[in-house]
């Protein structure tokens, strides 16, 4: 016995295709009207069921990233700071240093755009269907240490088991609390031994970084393990966020 659309639509909803029920209808009228086949039909189906499931992946996968927004590396303005090594930036964008366990080190700066390589970079892993975590650097590893119990062990496991670890603005904060430091430190250690990307931007030079962290075999053995196997890149410049602040007082200006 044919089923009507409406049964149809029942029957696709029950089993959970909502991407050949969205559709359906157009399909049907698109294949009539084209003489299509029944195998071109159903392809076209299939295919609309397989892009509503990859645009859903995407979407989750999104939203456990901690990312805020979406960018891309193509709509930065690279011409306002030319020192800036646009190159390699292009080449962590194809990911490959994912694939290898490699560790981004973006020093520079402040407002020299660093945050927005890394959360392109980090975008472009979730397209590309990667398990992807972005995080403000000290807010985050100070939650390690005051969440409790279960809470804290999902953070760490987020944290330790994604494929892209980005930590931004390390050091934002003039000194980083023992506890915090120790966080950092276990954290780095076992996305090492497991070849894991950790991605780290940051305003402080390396050289600094034993002042910040305050103990100087720990700083040893965290910069030990992110540059056996790192990309460094140094950012220099004026700053995007002066330059904009700048724009729109002169735009301020001349509406007034």
């Not at 407002?111 to 890394?118: E, L, N, P, R, W």
């Not at 409790?148 to 062990?153: F, L």
């Not at 430190?185 to 991605?199: D, E, G």
């Not at 053995?221 to 002169?250: N, W």
Request: proline fraction near 3%; hydrophobic fraction near 40%; aromatic fraction near 8%.
């Amino acid at each position: 016995m044919t089923m009507s659309l409406i049964e149809m639509e029942k029957a696709l909803k029950q089993l959970r295709l909502s991407g050949i029920r969205a559709t359906l209808e157009t399909r049907v009228v698109e294949s009539q009207a084209a003489n299509l086949s029944f195998l071109e039909t159903f392809s076209a189906l299939l295919q609309d069921e397989l892009d509503t499931r990859r645009s859903r992946l995407l979407e989750r996968h999104f939203k456990l990233s901690g990312l805020d927004e979406r960018v891309s590396l193509e709509e930065f303005d690279w011409g306002y700071n030319p020192k800036i090594p646009k190159r390699a930036c292009f080449d962590l964008n194809t990911l490959k240093f994912v694939q290898e366990g490699e560790n981004p080190l973006l020093i520079g700066p402040p407002g020299t755009g660093k945050s927005h390589v890394a959360k392109a970079i980090a975008y472009a892993a979730v397209r590309a269907g990667y398990r992807v975590l972005y995080a403000e650097a000290d807010t985050f590893l100070g939650e390690l240490v005051a969440t409790p119990g279960n809470a804290r062990q999902r953070l760490w496991q987020a944290a330790s088991e994604a494929d892209l670890l980005i930590l931004d603005d390390l050091f934002l904060a003039r000194r980083m609390g023992a506890d915090t430091a120790d966080q950092l430190q276990a954290l780095v250690h076992r996305r090492y031994k497991r070849r894991l990307s950790t991605f780290i931007t940051s305003n402080r030079v390396i050289t600094d970084w034993e002042r910040y962290l305050g103990d100087a075999p720990l700083t040893t053995a965290i910069l030990d393990r992110l540059m056996h196997r790192s990309t460094f890149l140094e950012f220099a410049g004026r700053s995007y966020r002066l330059k904009d602040a700048a724009h729109r007082l002169a735009k301020s200006a001349a509406d007034a």
